[in-house]
């Protein structure tokens, strides 16, 4: 797919099934592949406990990451090896059931092992807020 892409708007040739962290992308048929690789899941509405603040965990992703939450943009990282990603969220909004992540993982370098995209588990979780120091 050579598509210009943008949140909420991905070309249905663009869409196909594609596992995270359970396969690489070799082991896929995509060996090759290099450029962007969009996800996007919907997630029950969720609050954080009194004191505590929702973060989402991207707990490894080769090259680079760009996540949004409803259309807007919560983060961008680059970890270069497979490292972790950890990015505040906005208050959501209450009058929604369901809200809609997307990530897209830009996938530059040469791989010998034919990895890219989320390669661990992305999650959302409550914590105490992290010291500026610590955001990814």
Same mark, same amino acid.
């Given at each position: 797919?050579?598509?210009?892409?943008?949140?909420?708007?991905?070309?249905?040739?663009?869409?196909?099934?594609?596992?995270?962290? =359970?396969?690489? &992308? $070799? *082991?896929?048929?995509?060996?090759?592949?290099?450029? /962007?690789?969009?996800? @996007? *899941?919907?997630?029950? $509405?969720? #609050? /954080?406990? *009194?004191?505590?603040?929702?973060? &989402?965990?991207v707990?490894?992703?080769?090259?680079?990451?760009?996540?949004? %939450?409803?259309?807007?943009? %919560?983060?961008?990282? =680059?970890?270069?090896?497979?490292?972790?990603?950890?990015?505040? &969220? +906005?208050?959501l909004?209450?009058? @929604?059931?369901?809200?809609?992540?997307?990530? #897209?993982?830009?996938?530059?370098?040469?791989?010998?092992l034919?990895?890219?995209?989320?390669?661990? +588990?992305?999650?959302?979780? /409550?914590?105490?807020? &992290?010291?500026?120091?610590?955001?990814?």
């Open positions: 797919c050579s598509a210009t892409i943008s949140p909420g708007c991905i070309p249905r040739d663009c869409v196909t099934g594609i596992k995270t962290y =359970s396969a690489c &992308l $070799a *082991e896929q048929g995509w060996e090759r592949m290099r450029g /962007a690789l969009w996800y @996007r *899941e919907k997630f029950p $509405a969720v #609050r /954080a406990p *009194e004191g505590k603040k929702l973060y &989402l965990l707990c490894g992703f080769d090259d680079t990451l760009t996540a949004w %939450v409803n259309g807007h943009e %919560v983060g961008k990282g =680059s970890n270069g090896n497979f490292g972790p990603g950890i990015y505040e &969220l +906005p208050e909004p209450s009058d @929604r059931k369901e809200h809609t992540l997307t990530i #897209r993982v830009t996938n530059k370098a040469i791989s010998e034919g990895t890219g995209g989320i390669i661990r +588990p992305v999650c959302i979780i /409550a914590r105490e807020p &992290l010291p500026a120091a610590e955001k990814k």
